[in-house]
């Protein structure tokens, strides 16, 4: 892990330049690209998640280190292309119906894919048959779904259900979050879990996918 530091110090400070560079040196120097990935990339984007749950990042500074692991991860893709285990496992993402706000899935978004999940973001307003559909069709681990106001917090139910009509439910693990949405909602209507924040949404994955005491 050690070896990997000055990456791992760039991305968390949001430098993809010397991000870049650094993925540029290892690779010359011989390093694994899976290593990179892992030990670099991964575990870098689960400390800027640890550091915004616990309020010492901002969204400016995630949105920063995520850039810099794009581009990090553009330059290792070549050697990537025939390793299909770099990633952690399929997720899919959405906003409920009703609901445009994008802001918090975006940022889940990002930091589940720096931190080498395969993310297929369904967007805003999405409705409760896009959900069961994307989960048929791309048979993901995890779906995460959101939704940022009361009004709109129904159509994570009515996903549960319709996974559960279709029975497809005990395939995927669900996980939810928002502003309005607490943990005892989740238990209510069925949920696997629940993040109140992008970073701790990481954590969840994780934790749920039995990932978390790998690194």
């Known amino acids: 892990m050690a070896e990997y530091a000055q990456l791992r110090d760039a991305i968390v400070s949001g430098d ?30 689960i400390v800027v998640g640890e550091k915004f749950s616990t309020g010492e990042f901002f969204v400016p500074e995630m949105l920063f280190a995520a850039e810099a692991v794009k581009e990090a991860l553009e330059v290792l893709r070549p050697s990537l292309a025939s390793i299909e285990e770099y990633r952690l496992g399929k997720i899919v993402v959405g906003t409920v119906a009703g609901d445009i706000h994008d802001i918090g899935k975006n940022l889940v978004s990002m930091l589940l894919e720096g ?34 106001l009361t009004t709109t917090m129904p ?3 009515s996903t549960i259900e319709g996974l559960e009509s279709v ?49």
């Open 155 to 157: 159509g994570i139910r």
């Open 16 to 45: 993809a330049t010397e991000a870049v560079r650094q993925v540029e040196v290892a690779l010359k120097r011989g390093a694994a690209p899976l290593d990179l990935v892992r030990e670099g990339l991964q575990s870098s984007m």
């Open 115 to 148: 931190a080498g999940f395969e993310v297929i973001d369904l967007g805003t307003d999405v409705s409760s048959e896009r959900f069961v559909e994307a989960v048929r069709s791309q048979q993901p681990a995890i779906l995460a779904m959101s939704a940022l």
């Open 167 to 215: 029975g497809i439910r005990e395939q995927v693990k669900v996980v939810v979050g928002g502003a309005p949405v607490t943990e005892h909602f989740a238990e209510q209507v069925g949920a696997d879990g629940y993040a109140p924040d992008a970073g701790a949404a990481v954590l969840l994955c994780r934790t749920l996918l039995e990932l978390a005491e790998e690194d």
